[in-house]
């Protein structure tokens, strides 16, 4: 799909048909790192949750009630990344910004992520409102990573309208 049209259709999608397949979501991920990042350090990390036994006990526990409906039937993504490295000189945070480095690089290849997915035919929910210590201990994430979201993907089965944004002169300044 030509980029303007993807980054306008684009939606998050709260009811799915059917997860995305592996090779789907390889595919997106591939996108995906394709963002810029700090000294191209590439320290965002995925955690696939695709197989069919997994998904329904792992959603449940993963999720808080709301979410965990949202995504029936999607595979899931949990996003994280490695801390202490992006936005860090010999060990030390290089400017007041510290670890959102790490967030700002995993947010770049997030964005590639969901409009990728769009592109292949997929939608997808990103979720912050998630359980970390479940996921944590259900997938042997490291301590040095820190979770954030988890994403739904899969073939959507709701057609959401889009939502409002806010005007250009609430969000950008010009000098
Ligand atoms: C970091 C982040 C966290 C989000 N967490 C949730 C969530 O926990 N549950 C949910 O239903 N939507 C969640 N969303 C989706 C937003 O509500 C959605 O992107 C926003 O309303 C704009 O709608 P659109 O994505 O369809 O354009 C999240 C989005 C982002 C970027």
Do not use: H
């Amino acid at each position: 799909m030509e980029f303007s049209m993807l980054t306008t259709m684009r939606r998050s999608v709260r009811k799915y048909l059917s997860p995305a397949p592996k090779s789907g979501i390889e595919a997106v991920l591939r996108k995906a790192q394709m963002a810029p990042s700090w000294k191209n350090m590439q320290t965002s990390r995925y955690y696939v949750v695709e197989s069919p036994e997994l998904l329904d006990e792992f959603r449940v526990n993963a999720l808080p009630e709301g979410n965990a409906k949202k995504s029936e039937n999607a595979a899931l993504i949990v996003s994280t990344f490695v801390k202490d490295e992006v936005g860090f000189i010999d060990g030390k945070p290089a400017n007041d910004a510290g670890n959102c480095w790490g967030a700002y690089d995993l947010g770049l290849q997030g964005a590639y992520l969901v409009l990728a997915a769009s592109n292949e035919g997929y939608d997808t929910l990103i979720m912050g409102i998630r359980n970390e210590e479940f996921i944590r201990e259900a997938l042997a994430i490291p301590e040095n990573e820190q979770i954030m979201a988890v994403i739904a993907i899969g073939k959507r089965g709701e057609e959401p309208a889009m939502r409002p944004r806010k005007e250009l002169s609430e969000i950008a300044k010009f000098f």
